[in-house]
Nanobody, 125 residues
Framework: QVQLVESGGGLVQAGGSLRLSCAAS????????MGWFRRSPGKEREFVAA????????YYADSVKGRFAISRDNVKNTVFLQMNSLKPEDTAVYYC??????????????????WGQGTQVTVSS
């Protein structure tokens, strides 16, 4: 099992930026695909971004493509989500998660086994 702790959330005005971090411990971090998901009040949890084990390949939801960037540091056991040009509809609790397998559909939440507790992002208009 991998323990995940997200940080970096907060309140920001529309058009602003935030950088989320997710620190992992407990297992070999580089063995895992990492994903970011979010949940807004009254909505289902939705996929945001994913990054492969070596950090070369990244995947994004259409709603964040061109605005968000996922990256990882396998030495520091941390995955990041740089969020730019934020919109009020980006307001949500953001979660990071691990997946042991590569390939297939990264937006499918069922493939992820470990989840963090989440960090709140609020974008004001």
């Amino acid at each position: 099992q991998v323990q995940l702790v997200e940080s970096g959330g907060g309140l920001v005005q529309a058009g602003g930026s935030l950088r989320l971090s997710c620190a992992a411990s407990g297992r070999t971090f580089s063995n895992y695909v990492m994903g970011w998901f979010r949940r807004s009040p009254g909505k289902e949890r939705e996929f945001v971004a994913a990054i492969t084990r070596n950090g070369i390949n990244t995947y994004y939801a259409d709603s964040v493509k061109g605005r968000f960037a996922i990256s990882r540091d396998n030495v520091k056991n941390t995955v990041f989500l740089q969020m730019n040009s934020l919109k009020p509809e980006d307001t949500a609790v953001y979660y990071c998660a691990t997946s042991r397998s590569e390939g297939g559909t990264y937006s499918y939440s069922g493939r992820y086994s470990d989840w963090g507790q989440g960090t709140q992002v609020t974008v004001s208009s």
